[in-house]
């Protein structure tokens, strides 16, 4: 089994770090990264590769010494806080593209919660507090943005969040996030459906089992991990550089085609019964 990553990041964001310009011109938000390990910042790293502009938030004061380096290192001309649970921020964070941007191509959304006592516990035992902020976290916010970007995407664009297969299939201790992550998939299918229309697409983006610091609260994860590289056809974990080339490509002109689908960035693990 491979000992590094597939596809490894740049350390330093410089000229030479391009892939290539797929993407130059086209400009996007990327929330949820908390750290380099974060998928968020797979995706961000990959879209800068290809040439775009990144506006990149972090959740709070306490998150900003661990995330504004990482943004200044990807170039991004937007840095701002946001948590989606504090009114009027996500508005600020699009108040301030469409100031300074006046328009916008894409918007990745790489965030979910749900408070610990409900993660740990039976889906029928959640409580309706844990529920509903579960799901304005991980759903909610997700909408919200897709409303906001709206009018700012012009000529089009891209939205795209992150589910897992805990939302089609049961997975031991996933537990609520099975079915807020299944909503947020339904989302992106009536998403799409909707703003069509508009040249607006939209995509749920579901990798393996990677170890993020959100994935630290679910329970026994290591667990999850090893069933994972034991299941999936390559007997190894996908890296958040290769969801984020994933990802490029959905936001790229290369997936025109494309819509309103999950698409399983997990090594082939979803296949395997």
Known sequence: M???????????WNPEDRIGDMLRGKRGLVVGIANEHSIAFGCAAKLRAFGADLAVTWLNARAE??????????GAEIMMPLDVEQPGQI???????????????????????APREDLHGRVVDVSAEGFGQAMRVSCWSFLR???????????????????YYGADKVVNNYNVMGPVKAAL????????????PKGIRVFAVSPGPLKTRAASGIAHFDELVEMAQGRAPAHRLVDIAEVGRVVAFLVGPASSGMTGDTIYVDGGLHNVA
Request: glycine fraction near 6%.
């Open 65 to 74: 010494p661990h995330v504004r380096p990482l943004a200044e290192r990807l």
């Open 91 to 113: 508005e600020a964070v699009f108040d301030r593209i469409a100031a300074e941007w006046g328009r916008l191509d894409f918007v990745i959304h790489s965030i979910a919660f």
């Open 185 to 196: 998939e339904a989302s992106a299918r009536y998403m799409a459906a909707e703003l069509g």
């Open 145 to 163: 943005m897709a409303k906001l970007a709206e009018p700012l995407m012009t000529d089009g664009g891209v939205l795209v969040t992150m589910s």
């Open 2 to 12: 491979p000992t590094s990553p597939i596809d490894p990041l740049p350390t330093v």
